[in-house]
C-alpha cells in the first residue's frame, strides 16, 4: 500500500501517520523528520534546508527530493509499500513522485487529505510549540506557511483528484476521532495489500 497524507500544517498528518504506519506495518516517511535529521547532522542538504524551515517557506524542491529520493532508495520494501507525510508539496514535486514510483514501487494507492479549518489549526500549532518547541511553531510562521500552502500545495488536490485516489478526511476532533474516520476510508478502498496487512 503506497500512501500520501496531505493537509495544511497543524493538521494532525503526523499524529495519523504514525497510527497508519502502526496497524499496517507501513514504514512512514515524514519529511519534517527528514529536515530535523538533516539539520541536526549539520549535513550539507541540512544547511540548504535550514533557512527555508526556519522562515516557515518551502524548501526547494530539488532540496526535498534528493532527501525522498535517497529515503525510498534505503529499507523501503515495495511489496510492503510506505506512507509519505508532508511530501509532496508542490504541484512539481507531485509530478516528480509519480514518475519515481513508476520508475520503482509503482503508482501511488491513495491520498489522505486532513481538512481542518484555519482557527483549528492555529490553535493546534500554539500547543504544539509550547510541548515541543519545534523551530517552525510560532504563529507568525505558522500563518505565513498557511499561505504557503494554500497557494503552493493545495492545487494537488485537483491533480489527485484527477487520478482518482483523493480522499478528504475530515481532521477535526480527536485524534482517535480522526483515526476512526481514516480507517474507515482505508477499509472502503479494500486494496489487496490493505486486506493482506488488516488483522
Known sequence: MRLVLLGPPGAGKGTQAARISARHGLPAISTGQLFDQQISAGSPLGRRAEHYVRAGELVPDEIVLDMVAERLATGIDCG???????????????????????????????????????????????????????????????????KVFAAETAPLRSHYAEQ????????????????????????????PELRAARP
Open 80 to 146: 510492503v509499500g510506505f506512507l509519505l507525510d508532508g511530501f509532496p508539496r508542490t504541484l512539481p514535486q507531485a509530478e516528480a513522485l509519480d514518475r519515481m514510483l513508476t520508475a520503482t514501487c509503482g503508482p501511488l494507492h491513495m491520498v489522505l487529505d486532513l481538512d481542518v479549518d484555519e482557527t483549528e489549526v492555529l490553535a493546534r500549532i500554539a500547543r504544539r510549540s509550547l510541548s515541543e518547541g519545534r523551530l517552525d511553531d510560532t504563529q507568525e510562521t505558522a500563518r505565513r506557511r498557511l
Open 164 to 191: 482518482g485516489i483523493l480522499r478528504t478526511v475530515d481532521g477535526t476532533g480527536t485524534p482517535d476521532e480522526v483515526a476512526a474516520r481514516v480507517e474507515e476510508i482505508l477499509a472502503a478502498a479494500a486494496h
